[in-house]
Nanobody, 126 residues
Framework: QVQLVESGGGLVQAGGSLRLSCVASGRPLSTYGMGWFRQAPGQEREFVGFISRSGVSTSYADSAKGRFTISRDNAKNTVYLQMNSLKPEDTAVYYC???????????????????WGQGTQVTVSS
């Protein structure tokens, strides 16, 4: 069983940057593709981005393209979300999760993921 802990959130002004970390314990993170999601108050959890097990392949929601970058260091059992040019609409709790899908995977559906972390709050002021 994998346990995930996110960190790195905080309060930042619009246009600023943050780097979120997701540290895993219990099993090697290299076994899994990983996703980042976010959830704003009163809204559903939404896909932010995905990174493959090796880190070679990534994909992003349209809202994140060109501003956010996902990377991973399997030796450190850690996945990162670098967020640049932040906007007030990026304010949310950010979660990492393990992709548990092995066939016909969409990768953007929250239902494909498990072992969610507790989340880290990101607040972007205007």
């Amino acid at each position: 069983q994998v346990q995930l802990v996110e960190s790195g959130g905080g309060l930042v002004q619009a246009g600023g940057s943050l780097r979120l970390s997701c540290v895993a314990s219990g099993r090697p993170l290299s076994t899994y593709g990983m996703g980042w999601f976010r959830q704003a108050p009163g809204q559903e959890r939404e896909f932010v981005g995905f990174i493959s097990r090796s880190g070679v392949s990534t994909s992003y929601a349209d809202s994140a393209k060109g501003r956010f970058t996902i990377s991973r260091d399997n030796a450190k059992n850690t996945v990162y979300l670098q967020m640049n040019s932040l906007k007030p609409e990026d304010t949310a709790v950010y979660y990492c999760a393990v992709n548990l899908c092995y066939m016909y995977c969409n990768r953007t559906y929250a239902a494909e993921y498990g072992n969610w972390g507790q989340g880290t709050q990101v607040t972007v002021s205007s």
